[in-house]
C-alpha cells in the first residue's frame, strides 16, 4: 500500500469529478455505495452476533463506518480543497479508531474463548465480498484522486481484502474448530484500518499545507 499524492492541475477521471457540473457520475456511485454499505452493516451485524464471530462483527462496523465515509464525501464533493483535506482529516481518525478498536474487541475474545460458527462466517464473507467488488469496480476510476476520493477508494479496497480474509478464517474454524482463525483476520482488519488512516492522515495534511 503505497502513497501517492495527486497532482491537482492533472486532467483525468478524478480531476473532471470534482468539477462544476461534471461529479455526477461520482455523485450517483458514492450514493450506491452508501446504500449498500448500510444494507450490509445491518446483515452482518446481526449474523456476526449469531455466529459469535469477532471477524464479522468486525467487518459489520467497517461496513457503517463506511457509510459514513461516503455520506461525508458527498457532503464534501465540489467543496474546495482544503475542506475535502478536513473532512479526510476527520475520516482518517475515524478509521484510526475503528482499527484500535477491532484489535480490543480480538484480545478481549482470546480471554472469552468461544468458537464461531463457521458456515456464517462463509455465507455471510462471500455475500459481502461481493458487494464490496460491485462497489469497488465502480470506484476504480477515482481511486487516485484526492485525499477525500483516495480515503474512499482505500476503505473500499480494504473491506474487500477483510472479506477474502473472513472466508480463509471460516475456512480456519472448520477444520481447527479453533477460533484462532478467526481472531488473526480480525487483527489483520484492524491493522489495514490503522494503515490506511495513516496513508490518508498524511496526504490529508499534504494538502491542507499547500491549500494555506
Request: hydrophobic share 55%.
Amino acid at each position: 500500500m503505497g502513497i501517492h499524492c495527486c497532482d491537482h492541475d492533472t486532467a483525468g477521471p478524478q480531476t473532471a469529478a470534482q468539477g462544476g457540473g461534471q461529479h455526477g457520475r461520482y455523485r450517483t456511485i458514492l450514493w450506491i455505495a452508501l446504500a449498500v454499505n448500510l444494507g450490509m452493516f445491518l446483515v452482518e451485524i446481526g449474523a456476526g452476533v449469531h455466529a459469535g464471530s469477532v471477524s464479522l462483527l468486525a467487518d459489520a462496523l467497517d461496513f457503517a463506518g463506511d457509510a459514513g465515509n461516503y455520506a461525508i464525501s458527498l457532503w464534501v464533493l465540489g467543496l474546495g480543497v482544503a475542506l475535502r483535506a478536513k473532512a479526510s482529516l476527520f475520516k482518517a481518525l475515524c478509521m484510526l479508531l475503528f482499527g484500535v478498536g477491532v484489535l480490543g474487541a480480538a484480545a478481549w475474545s482470546v480471554l472469552v474463548g468461544s468458537v464461531p460458527s463457521a458456515p456464517t462466517m462463509g455465507a455471510i464473507g462471500v455475500l459481502a465480498l461481493m458487494a464490496n467488488l460491485a462497489v469497488a469496480a465502480l470506484l476504480y476510476a477515482y481511486r487516485q484522486g484526492d485525499s477525500n476520493m483516495r480515503s474512499v477508494w482505500l476503505c473500499t479496497r480494504n473491506d474487500a481484502l477483510g472479506n477474502l480474509a473472513v472466508l480463509l478464517a471460516a475456512l480456519g474454524v472448520f477444520g481447527t474448530g479453533s477460533a484462532w482463525p478467526d481472531l488473526l483476520v480480525a487483527g489483520i482488519m484492524g491493522s489495514l484500518a490503522i494503515s490506511a488512516a495513516l496513508q490518508v492522515l498524511r496526504q490529508a495534511r499534504q494538502e491542507l499545507a499547500l491549500a494555506s
